[in-house]
């Protein structure tokens, strides 16, 4: 069966596919002009004067198939994308320069407008913008999964006003994630790290419901340890999340949090190619003014017998500073784990995708998601803001069922 024809959202085990237009939904495009929302958010290296480089090109490279496809098809191709957070404002730092570089060798024949975030009206979602986003395009497709969470003018405007669709990495992306929420292989196990405890307390708890084990590693698990009880030294923790990680703790489901801790002498300093002061390897509890910044070697081995042992396994976020070499044995390890799990692996966010990457792994997961924040918003909420709004576009196919995409009691 050929990508983007409708029988792919006839599966019915995935209702966020029902109504939603794929390209095969878009009329005649011979002569079209298509407005394309990509997610070109890629890592970039600045070295002092010298432009900077894009050190990633994995974003770009996903969203080709699309590309390639709406040329094939007759249409020229103009592509839209933001590039870190400038505040609205025009910001030398987020320049699109060395994203057009990768992308003129790429696909030459594509437009790229200038960084949407240029714009307030971007992330306000100004009318406004829309209609100047929209002005002298026939169709619109979004291939921007990993911002598709937002409530964005370039993501939930146009599909309004233009006949609209998925594209395929979208799609792709939706097929691999829906699988999650409908009836996945048990157990199911997740493996959540990184730092923002804020960002992430809510699909926290919105996983618990839908996963067998709940594997915390990263800056998340310096806030559940000390929720607790735990001393985390001079860790980092988000101390208002403190309840919010007790409760989560009480809920009476399977979580996991390290037990023992990679943790940074007090004042050195880490990151990239640091090495000066000790590290050492210590319990669940930190010594004053240590820092915990990965799971130790017990933790590893815990965190990997749980993980092999999954029918399904999601893993977003590092388990520690994974880019300075002292902090990244942990998140090596579960790399590892992941691909050794004979089940379901499905990777997403940045520094996890990296991290397969540089170990060689990435043939040996599952599915590598472009998102970060969006799959586990979509874990979540059952259902993304991006989605919705193509699902209302006026070429979207009838639904089928009545029920909404699955919604979850957060
Ligand atoms: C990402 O990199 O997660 C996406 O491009 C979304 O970016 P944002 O988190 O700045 O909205
Ligand atoms: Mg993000």
Redesign the pocket.
């Known amino acids: 069966m050929g990508e983007g024809t409708r029988a792919v959202s006839e599966e019915p085990d995935n209702p966020l596919l029902d109504g939603l237009p794929l390209l095969g939904d878009l009329p005649d495009l011979d002569g079209a002009s298509v407005l394309v929302r990509v997610?070109f958010?890629v890592p970039l290296r600045s070295c002092g004067t010298e432009p900077s480089v894009v050190t990633d090109d994995f974003r770009i490279r996903a969203a080709l198939p699309t590309i390639e496809y709406l040329l094939a098809q007759g249409a020229s191709v103009t592509a839209c994308t933001?590039l870190g957070?400038p505040a609205g404002c025009p910001d030398v730092q987020w320049d699109l320069g060395p994203v057009r570089e990768v992308l003129s060798e790429l696909a030459p024949q594509v437009e790229l407008l200038e960084n949407l975030r240029f714009d307030p009206g971007e992330e306000d979602n100004e009318p406004g913008f829309v209609e100047k986003l929209i002005n002298g395009h026939d169709a619109y497709v979004n291939d921007a999964f990993?911002?598709s969470h937002?409530r964005h003018a370039s993501i939930v405007g146009p599909p309004s006003r233009l006949p609209s669709a998925a594209g395929f990495l979208l799609q792709r992306e939706i097929e691999a994630l829906g699988g999650l929420l409908g009836s996945p292989a048990r157990p199911f196990v997740a493996v959540v790290g990184g730092a923002k405890v804020s960002d992430k307390i809510g699909v926290l708890k919105a996983l618990l419901q839908r996963v067998d084990t709940l594997v915390v590693g990263g800056g998340l698990a310096y806030t559940c340890l000390a929720a607790a009880g735990h001393d985390v030294g001079g860790s980092m923790i988000d101390e208002q999340r403190i309840p919010d990680c007790l409760s989560l703790l009480r809920s009476g489901r399977s979580i996991v949090l390290p037990t023992d801790i990679v943790a940074l002498e007090p004042g050195a300093e880490f990151g990239p190619g640091c090495s000066e002061g000790d590290t050492r390897v210590v319990g669940a509890d930190v010594p004053a003014g240590w820092m915990g910044l990965d799971i130790g070697p017990a933790t590893v081995e815990a965190f990997s017998r749980v993980i092999k042992g999954a029918g399904t396994v999601l893993w977003n976020g590092p388990m520690g500073v994974f880019e300075d070499e002292r902090f990244n044995a942990g998140t090596a390890g579960v790399a590892r784990a992941v691909a050794e799990c004979g089940g379901y692996t499905v990777v997403g966010g940045?520094d996890s995708v990296a991290a397969v990457d540089q170990l060689g792994l990435e043939g040996q997961v599952s599915f590598i998601s472009t998102?970060?924040?969006?799959s586990l918003e979509l874990l979540e909420f059952g259902d993304l803001p991006g989605l919705a709004a193509l699902r209302g576009a006026s070429n979207a196919p009838p639904r089928k069922s009545d029920a909404k995409p699955v919604k979850l009691d957060p």
């Open positions: 997610d958010n933001h957070r990993g911002v937002r940045g998102g970060g924040g969006a």
